[in-house]
């Protein structure tokens, strides 16, 4: 069974400070990955996509893949209350379109 | 503007009362999921289609039926629903496959209640 792991909080963070969100995932050939954010009842919305090893930048966002130790992780610099949300690590799994999702991790931004 | 619609957002029903959800995508996007989220449970996959005629279950597919008559529709059909079908349901559609970027949209949702 494919599967994506991440902490399910929640994560607490001071407004201004860095939140650093991870997973790990276990099929060895998925390429693609990526980061979903999630307002309560509201759908997810892709915030940044990784596809290959190193680190991806994108405004206060930083992704950062790992394919050996099979790990993921986003960073959100100067965090703000408005990014209290709970983020979804997705993975693509390999030669399909189906992506496997954690369960989320929820993120908590305090004034 | 590019989106995914569902209908409706809202939904209470008996049990056994046979119910569609409609799902349409003007991207023009060939691969389309079905998703149901519950607490603790995460996303999960209900059927996906990989282009018009094309369909296959996804992770949790029982008491659900979904048809890819159009490219820009997926309606989730339930035939005779069940409380356990209690959900929270997302329709995405994807907009690449092969090479390049990948990136799935996701639609506003359907809360259903089944009582």
């Known amino acids: 069974q494919k599967e994506v792991e991440q902490n399910s909080g929640p994560l607490s963070v001071p407004e201004g400070a860095i939140a650093s969100l991870n997973c790990t995932y276990s099929d060895r050939g998925s390429q693609s990955f990526f980061w979903y954010r999630q307002y309560s009842g509201k759908s997810p919305e892709l915030i940044m996509s990784?596809?290959?090893?190193g680190d991806k930048e994108d405004g206060r966002f930083t992704a950062q893949l790992n394919k050996a130790s099979q790990y993921v992780s986003l960073l959100i610099r100067d965090s703000q209350p408005s990014d209290s949300a709970t983020y979804l690590c997705?993975?693509?799994?390999?030669?399909?379109?189906?992506?496997?999702f954690g369960q989320g991790t929820t993120l908590q931004v305090k004034p | 503007e590019a989106q995914v619609t569902q209908n409706p957002r809202y939904l209470i029903t008996v049990t056994g009362k046979k119910l569609t959800v409609t799902c349409s995508q003007n991207m023009n996007h060939e691969y389309m999921s079905w998703y149901r989220q519950d607490p603790g449970l995460g996303l999960r996959q209900i059927y996906y289609?990989?282009?018009?005629?094309?369909?296959d279950k996804g992770d949790v597919p029982e008491g659900y039926k979904v048809s890819r008559k159009e490219k820009r529709n997926f309606p989730l059909i339930l035939e005779s629903p069940s409380p356990n079908q209690t959900s929270l349901y997302f329709c995405a559609s994807t907009n690449s496959l092969c090479g390049g970027t990948y990136e799935q949209y996701f639609g506003p949702g359907t809360r259903l209640t089944v009582t």
């Open positions: 990784i596809y290959s090893n």
């Open positions: 997705a993975s693509k799994e390999s030669n399909t379109g189906k992506l496997i």
């Open positions: 289609s990989m282009n018009v005629e094309v369909t």
